[in-house]
């Protein structure tokens, strides 16, 4: 084998760019990348503000009948759009943004029209999840668990 020792490039510091030798990009043109949706204008997001609510008010009843932590990845176009946290396990619970601080049991990867039919209960969760509408990993017994706190919010 070839073993190389003692190997320091060497940089003048005449190398890299020379003042103005590179252009400032123009502001004026479009962004290729298109931008992601508002937040507020997400159905999803709505739901998400009003559930959130739901939870400060009977979380600590919610944490002894779940005793669960769900992360709920909304989706559109296969790419992650809304990303929540429901931590039924600790404290008296809470939602809030983002991927879960502590392992969560469960990870719902659902699209946006498919979570908007399950929490307004159009359709049935279990056949949702069989026929392949969205993906479930870790504990999937426990999502029976999270329609019910869905079920308790609807109620509301």
């Known amino acids: 084998m070839w073993k190389r020792t003692g190997h320091q490039p060497k940089i003048k510091t005449r190398d890299g760019p020379q003042v103005g030798q590179f252009k400032e990009p ?3 043109l479009e ?6 949706p508002e937040l507020p204008e997400l159905q999803s997001f709505l739901v ?7 939870i400060k008010e009977a979380g600590a009843q919610m944490v002894k009948k779940v005793n669960a932590i769900f992360q709920l990845d909304i989706t559109k176009d296969g790419k992650t759009i809304l990303q929540r946290t429901i931590d039924l396990k600790n404290g008296s619970g809470d939602m809030y943004p983002g991927s879960a601080r502590l392992p969560a049991d469960t990870v719902f990867t659902i699209p ?7 929490v ?7 056949k949702a999840f069989l026929a392949g509408k ?3 990993s870790g504990k999937v017994l426990l999502g029976q668990k999270l329609e019910k706190v869905f079920k308790d919010w609807a109620k509301c």
Do not use: R
């Open 120 to 126: 307004l209960g159009k359709i049935n969760p279990h």
């Open 134 to 136: 969205f993906k479930v």
């Open 26 to 28: 123009d502001s004026a």
């Open 112 to 118: 946006e029209p498919v979570f908007m039919e399950l």
């Open 31 to 36: 962004p290729t990348v298109p931008h992601p």
């Open 48 to 54: 998400f503000e009003d559930i959130s609510h739901h």
